[in-house]
T-cell receptor, first 112, second 115 residues
Framework: AQTVTQSQPEMSVQEAETVTLSCTYDTSESDYYLFWYKQPPSRQMILVIR??????QNATENRFSVNFQKAAKSFSLKISDSQLGDAAMYFC?????????FGTGTSLTVIP | DAGVIQSPRHEVTEMGQEVTLRCKPI?????LFWYRQTMMRGLELLIYFNNNVPIDDSGMPEDRFSAKMPNASFSTLKIQPSEPRDSAVYFC?????????????FGPGTRLTVL
């Protein structure tokens, strides 16, 4: 069965600094996608970034990038130049075919 | 597109009452998901549909919960009778199954409070 693990329930970062959120997953499949979602206090779930498993190149979206290690089944999110608006709950998710699997989330605090 | 629409946004009810949550997925999406989010249990998948057919309802907590999707543009999640432990935020999400590249699009959620 596919599982997604986020081992850091809470993280904090100083404004303008860099923080990395961890995510590992377990699967026996070779074709899948990975996603990071952000959930701010408004509760709206927002896609931050996605990674295709067959691509070795790490995805990047502005200040957000991932470190995808397929063999290790690791998919961490790096936030550079952290801003106050980055404070949120972050969820890692795995998709294969129609099914999605979410981690338990990491609550990120940004310290001014 | 207006995105995934959920109603009501907030619902306060008394224990024992029937509660119906509604969802309109994004047009063209063929997968629809219902989630429940609480502080204690995080984000839980309750049930998901593909082309209006329930595929996996193993996350539905008990027989008090039921979900339907009578057509491609509408789904309901019903709790009867409701209990205080059902208090949570309920999310509906949809996606297109043509490729695993496609992410889920979430609605704004319904905050349910059962007194």
């Amino acid at each position: 069965a596919q599982t997604v693990t986020q081992s850091q329930p809470e993280m904090s970062v100083q404004e303008a600094e860099t923080v990395t959120l961890s995510c590992t997953y377990d699967t026996s499949e070779s074709d899948y996608y990975l996603f990071w979602y952000k959930q701010p206090p408004s509760r709206q779930m927002i896609l931050v970034i996605r990674q295709e498993a067959y691509k070795q190149q790490n995805a990047t979206e502005n200040r957000f990038s991932v470190n995808f290690q397929k063999a290790a089944k690791s998919f961490s999110l790096k936030i550079s130049d952290s801003q106050l608006g980055d404070a949120a709950m972050y969820f890692c998710a795995y998709r294969s075919m129609g099914q999605f699997y979410f981690g338990t989330g990491t609550s990120l605090t940004v310290i001014p | 597109d207006a995105g995934v629409i959920q109603s009501p946004r907030h619902e306060v009810t008394e224990m024992g009452q029937e509660v119906t949550l509604r969802c309109k997925p994004i047009s063209g999406h063929d997968y629809l998901f219902w989630y429940r989010q609480t502080m204690m249990r995080g984000l839980e998948l309750l049930i998901y549909f593909n082309n209006n057919v329930p595929i996996d309802d193993s996350g539905m907590p008990e027989d008090r919960f039921s979900a339907k999707m009578p057509n491609a543009s509408f789904s309901t999640l019903k709790i009867q009778p409701s209990e205080p432990r059902d208090s949570a935020v309920y999310f509906c999400a949809s996606t297109f199954g043509g490729s695993s590249y496609n992410e889920q699009f979430f609605g704004p959620g319904t905050r349910l409070t059962v007194l």
